[in-house]
């Protein structure tokens, strides 16, 4: 089974359209038989997109440290969750056991865990692919953010290909597909 870790908040949001595509997420990672990895909580988007998984019976792999396991929640539905020491092991074990990796809307943590994960593609620390999904114009400072940083000369423009972006959960659909083909799209070829 291939794994996706996902990148969003262990906040909802203001705006009840995330968590309707988090619960999307969900849905659409069980019926493709792609494994969920992400950071282990119960709350917000995260929890969302676990509980979907979940209730579809798909596999969903949470990694979650001590410290935060009462803060977000651990969430104990998962098939398996690993709490651990630090912050740094969580995000390591999450990108060691993914097959790639797909950004929704969140905070401070997901911006964290999306520029480290560009910048580890960046370096060739890895090929896996990186997903943006710019929900309702979510992330578009932070792309327009990238272009500057190109545009200013302290990134190529080959770089920029290092992730893909969409801004719906249409184009998310298509991504995936295109990535990792379901047996039985792989048979009908």
Same mark, same amino acid.
């Given at each position: 089974?291939?794994?996706?870790c996902? &990148?969003t ?6 705006d009840?359209?995330?968590a309707?595509?988090?619960?999307q ?5 069980a ?8 950071g ?17 019976d798909?596999h ?6 001590? &410290?935060?396991?009462?803060v ?24 060691e ?12 943590g ?8 560009i910048?580890?593609?960046?370096l060739?620390?890895?090929?896996k ?20 940083i190109?545009?200013?000369? &302290? ?10 972006h ?6 998310l659909?298509?991504l995936?597909?295109?990535y ?10």
């Amino acid at each position: 089974m291939k794994k996706l870790c996902v &990148f969003t908040g262990a906040a909802t949001g203001t705006d009840p359209r995330y968590a309707d595509a988090a619960h999307q997420l969900g849905q659409m990672l069980a019926s493709r038989d792609l494994g969920l990895v992400y950071g282990g909580g119960k709350t917000g988007l995260m929890g969302k997109i676990a509980d979907a998984v979940v209730a579809a019976d798909g596999h969903a792999t949470g990694v979650i440290p001590k &410290f935060l396991d009462n803060v977000e929640i651990g969430h104990r539905g998962l098939s398996d969750l690993y709490v651990i020491d630090t912050m740094h092991e969580r995000k390591n074990m999450m990108y060691e056991i993914s097959d790639g990796f797909i950004i929704m809307p969140g905070g401070l943590g997901t911006l964290d865990e999306t520029m480290e994960i560009i910048t580890w593609r960046q370096l060739g620390l890895h090929r896996k692919p990186i997903i943006i999904v710019n929900l309702f114009g979510y992330w578009d400072h932070m792309l327009l953010l990238f272009q500057n940083i190109i545009n200013e000369g &302290f990134m190529h423009h080959g770089h920029s290909g290092h992730f893909e972006h969409v801004d719906d959960m249409d184009g998310l659909a298509d991504l995936l597909d295109s990535y990792f083909p379901s047996t039985a799209q792989v048979l009908s070829k």
